[in-house]
């Protein structure tokens, strides 16, 4: 597979942070935790004391408190307060599973003070605090992300490894910002150039030394002289074993924290276990959902949420279908052949936005292509009608998918679906991706669509084929409303 080169402002970034320390993962905004406190007391407080009080309930202020208690305590037995997750968070899921539990206690406590306030009244008053508790958190993830792309509120990182692997590490980290660390060093063990820029703090000879503490040395006077908050090992043949352990035993006797990275990218933590066997720590990666309910409750979602969807936007298939005929010359849908899982062809069904002869007209426009991979994409395509820029930004051209995903070709979420010009040039990497159904909507949709590179929607198609579960594709639906509205990388 085609390797993903790292933006070279964000590795100049890394390397200038011994001259100009970062804002450390610890000194996050201070106002995170009073917003996310204030805005869970008051998110169950004030509804719950007004609908009691309209319910003319004995005691409204006292239930309204008592709500309030229970949803911050909830929320502070699960640990969404810990400084470490403060802004982290971006799913609707985890606070949903907080919400439940609160009902499930308030229900409790409702048996065992005897109130009687309507079911219903107060289930609708609690609803505002999952509403305001998601909104805090979408709201603290942004700025969390606009700091972390300034390279503040990270943890500052030393890689320690063999000069390959600590390569990759560096280029992987730098690749992206929706994580907290930010390379202020190497230290590589063995020989061997580095090309990435990150300043090198220290150099580990091939074989382990003589002296008991010649690593640890190294190591810690590196982390002082960069600052470092976290050292993140790349073990290989040359730094494992007894070698690592020593290391370890210094940077924890020094107060510091280290990390190890196995090896594995894009693989979900939840599919992670950590094990112990005769006296190796092994990390077992559980083989992603293939059956089992969640494929059952995926196939439900996606055969009974394409046919309802149908139903309600039928008179907008009726306008849409009207300006198209009238907006230019041609059939109001477009066909066209696609792969689906292990490799299947079917047709796939869309709005036509572009002429009718624009597949003839694709070999001269070739060398226009704005894509760095297999598919074609232009920013300025001069086939697409002008119904078809309003269909193609607002992603309504899509909508007649909806058939596919009733007939069983195509799922509601999954990868994007490729032509078979496309498909004859895969790699065995790339093939993976046909493992599954393609999708009407995906990561790739909301993460940029066509202003990705072809390695990145790779990447994000592979992701999501290996970590999928059925709460991964509500949260990529929910995100793909915000997604559409946006219209980023719509053309």
């Known amino acids: 597979m085609r390797h993903v080169h790292f933006p070279a402002q964000r590795v100049a970034r890394a390397a200038q942070g011994t001259a100009a320390p970062a804002r450390r993962l610890g000194d996050k905004a201070r106002w995170y935790l009073p917003a996310a406190l204030a805005a869970d007391f008051l998110g169950a407080a004030v509804p719950v004391g007004l609908v009691f009080e309209a319910a003319q309930q004995v005691r409204p202020l006292y239930c309204a408190l008592g709500a309030a208690v229970a949803w911050t305590g909830v929320q502070a037995l699960r640990r969404r307060y810990a400084a470490r997750l403060l802004g982290e968070s971006r799913g609707v899921l985890p606070v949903l599973h907080d919400w439940l539990i609160l009902i499930g206690v308030l229900a409790v406590a409702r048996v065992v003070t005897e109130e009687d306030t309507p079911r219903l009244s107060a289930l609708g008053a609690l609803l505002p605090a999952l509403l305001i508790t998601v909104a ?81 040395d190294e190591v810690l006077g590196a982390v002082r002289s960069h600052h470092a908050d976290l050292v993140l090992v790349a073990p290989g043949a040359r730094f494992a074993g007894d070698r690592l352990r020593r290391v370890a035993w210094a940077l924890h006797d020094a107060g510091l924290e280290l990390a190890v990275f196995p090896g594995l990218v894009e693989v979900s933590v939840k599919r992670l276990e950590t094990l112990s066997a005769g006296g190796l720590a092994v990390l077992r990666v559980v083989p992603p959902l293939s059956r089992g309910w969640q494929t059952l409750l995926k196939a439900v979602l996606d055969r009974a949420g394409a046919a309802v969807g149908l139903l309600l936007l039928s008179p907008l298939f009726l306008g849409i279908f009207l300006a198209i005929r009238f907006g230019s010359r041609g059939p109001a849908f477009y066909r066209q052949r696609r792969i689906g899982r292990d490799g299947v062809p079917f047709v796939m069904w869309k709005f036509r936005t572009m002429v009718v002869d624009a597949d003839a007209r694709k070999a001269e426009l070739s060398g226009a292509n704005e894509n760095d991979g297999l598919m074609f994409k232009m920013r300025r395509d001069p086939r697409v009608t002008r119904v078809g820029r309003l269909l193609r930004r607002t992603s309504m051209d ?45 990561l790739w949709q909301i993460s940029g669509r066509s202003d990705l590179s072809w390695d990145e929607t790779i990447q994000l198609d592979l992701q999501y084929v290996d970590n999928w579960s059925f709460t991964s594709d509500v949260d990529v639906m929910g995100r793909t409303l915000r997604a559409v509205v946006d219209g980023r990388g719509a053309y």
């Open 136 to 216: 805090c958190h979408k709201l603290t993830y942004r700025h969390l992300s606009a700091a972390r792309r300034e390279a503040q509120a990270v943890s500052r990182v030393l890689v320690v490894g063999e000069p390959d692997a600590a390569e990759d590490v560096i280029a992987h980290l730098a690749a992206r910002t929706d994580h907290p660390y930010v390379v202020v060093g190497v230290v590589p063990v063995g020989d061997g150039s580095l090309v990435s820029g990150v300043p090198v703090a220290a150099r580990l000879g091939g074989a382990m030394p003589q002296a008991l503490n010649g690593d640890s």
């Open 398 to 442: 899509e909508l007649p998918q909806l058939i596919n995903v009733v007939t069983g070709h195509m799922s509601l979420v999954g990868p994007r679906p490729p032509l078979p010009e496309e498909v004859a040039k895969y790699d065995e990497v790339e093939l993976r991706r046909l493992t599954v159904r393609p999708g009407m909507t995906g």
